[in-house]
């Protein structure tokens, strides 16, 4: 008795990030691949040329369920959980962005993918553009949706706004303040970002901060953001070093979070950037308005080279 109650209370825990509304379409596989020192949780769907999906802070690679449905009509879609989220594993460091971008490469070195198109939201933007730095000739097209990127452009400027004072919250003080409360602190992001806050669902808030609430994952959350200033160290040295990004980009910003601000970052990092606004939404895309994302996304993507 006393076995079967500790394996109905495990599911219980686990039912919010099982929920059906964050399915990956029939035919997505599951794979922990290990990669760089992390093990990263993906879902592999569809066939054709390879897109991987890059989420970012108070999300998992959960968010992408209806870019990946249209997207792996004609696309092979690959997407990770990034190391410290969702259901990949929290290593005690390497959550600068260049770590990161290794474990990318170690996730697209373990499915025989050579090159794939990238498309990133937030955090997942400053992994993606230090992959697309690191590795130009693994990045067909790069996709970059409604976050700055450390070190790129207006960054220093972008720091002074209020809004953002998350970018300096963590250490130990700050985990006991948010441990029991992570949904509480989720809300704020959530609400604050938001066009129309109720757009994000009760059902996605009680699924990711229930991700969230697992053991160390809002330190491993924490952690993202204490990396930024190493991160912009990086950015630095690329851009002095290599120039900018020659693959063709695409600069999303929701129409009352970054907007053209996003194509503005850019382009101090890229020389053939195409500017673009998700209408009727704030900076959680996939939530406020999906269908217009997807649009964006899949028109670029379509686009000749």
């Known amino acids: 008795m006393r076995l079967l109650g500790l394996v109905f209370t495990l599911l219980l825990a686990a039912g919010p990030a099982l929920a059906g509304a964050f399915d990956f379409p029939s035919g997505f596989t599951v794979r922990e691949i290990a990669a760089n020192g992390a093990t990263i949780h993906v879902r592999v769907g569809g066939k054709g040329p390879p897109v ?6 108070g999300e998992t690679g959960d968010m992408w369920v209806p870019m ?33 971008a290794g474990d990318v490469a170690g996730v697209m070195d ?32 790069l996709v970059l949706i409604d976050a700055p990127v450390p070190g790129v452009g207006p960054w220093e400027e972008i720091l002074k706004n209020p809004l953002l004072w998350h970018f300096r919250f963590g250490g130990p003080d700050m985990e006991r303040l948010v441990a029991g409360r992570e949904r509480i602190y989720l809300d704020r992001f959530w609400n604050e970002f938001s066009a ?3 757009k994000f669902t009760e059902e996605a808030r009680v699924h990711y901060a229930a991700l969230y609430a697992r053991p160390g994952a809002m330190h491993a959350g924490f952690a993202q953001f204490a990396a930024f200033d190493q991160d ?21 910003g929701g129409e009352k979070s970054f ?47």
């Open 196 to 198: 129309t806050p109720a």
């Open 52 to 57: 991987v999906l890059l989420h970012g802070y």
């Open 68 to 100: 990946a449905e249209d997207l792996a009509r004609d696309h092979t879609v690959i997407v990770p959980d990034l190391r410290g989220m969702g259901l990949s594993t929290r290593p005690a460091g390497g959550y600068d962005k260049k770590t990161q």
């Open 259 to 305: 907007g053209l601000t996003m194509a503005a970052v850019m382009r101090a990092a890229a020389a053939n950037v195409t500017e673009g606004v998700v209408p009727d939404s704030g900076h959680w895309i996939m939530e406020e308005n999906p269908a217009a994302t997807v649009k964006l996304v899949r028109a670029f993507l379509e686009k000749p080279i």
């Open 232 to 252: 912009a160290i990086d950015n630095r040295a690329y851009l002095s070093g290599g120039g900018k990004l020659a693959m063709p980009v695409l600069a999303l």
């Open 110 to 141: 373990a499915l025989k993918v050579a090159r794939a198109d990238v498309v990133a939201h937030d955090i997942g933007n400053m992994v993606a553009f230090s992959f697309a730095a690191q590795n130009p000739a693994r990045v067909t097209r």
